[in-house]
């Protein structure tokens, strides 16, 4: 079992910047990868980017060069800086766990409990 507890969110204006992060625990695989998706009311949700033990990183194009993920493997820690947010970013975002993966498909996911993200115009 692998507990995932989240922190950070809230609201910002449209080109501020919210820093999301996201403590692993339990039973976690020696090569797994940790990342971030989201969904937005009425949409499903989807892959925002991962990150990979050894470090190697993937997002989706719509936050490439916005976002970056990062990790602190001695703590289990992951981390997804936002900045230049648009209120397209709006979503519960949701931290993940899954053994690795080469791509940003999570075929087993463990999810954390969310956490809001809201970007005002």
């Known amino acids: 079992q692998v507990e995932l507890v989240e922190s950070g969110g809230g609201s910002v204006q449209a080109g501020g910047s919210l820093r999301l992060s996201c403590t692993a625990s339990g039973n976690i695989d020696f090569d797994y990868c940790l990342g971030w998706f989201r969904q937005a009311p009425g949409k499903e949700r989807e892959a925002v980017a991962n990150i990979a033990v050894g470090g190697t990183t993937r997002y989706i194009d719509s936050v490439k060069g916005r976002f970056t993920i990062s990790q602190d493997n001695a703590k289990n820690t992951v981390y997804l800086q936002m900045n230049s947010l648009k209120p397209e970013d709006t979503a519960v975002y949701y931290c993940?766990?899954?053994?690795?993966?080469?791509?940003?498909?999570?075929?087993?996911?463990?999810w954390g409990q969310g956490t809001q993200v809201t970007v005002s115009s």
């Open positions: 993940a766990t899954n053994a690795y993966t080469d791509s940003l498909v999570f075929s087993r996911p463990c």
